[in-house]
């Protein structure tokens, strides 16, 4: 009975294959993590992310379609002329409603 003395502990092939389904449950959950990202280059939402808001290295990424923008911080005041445009009211549900001025 040569079938039954067969040794699968010290087959190299079998510790292979299992090295093989440990890889592909890997590259499995990273391309479902690259897919449910915001900023999927594969995806065509409108995402806008802000990072570090407030604070002196803020920085805005917005993703149109499949073009991707960065805008920096640079951490000073802005200032400049112009009119009085209108007027924003915050609501006590935290939303915030803009009432353009009428001339």
Known sequence: MKFLDN???IDPIASAV???DVFLVIIAALLITIAQNPLN???SDDVTIIKNPGKKNMEIIVKKGTKIEK???SGK???GEGNKAGVAYKMKDGSMIYVPEVK
Do not use: H, R
């Open 18 to 20: 299992n090295l093989v």
């Open 77 to 79: 005041m802005g200032e």
């Open 71 to 73: 805008y920096k911080a």
């Open 41 to 43: 280059p594969f995806s």
């Open 7 to 9: 040794d699968n502990d």
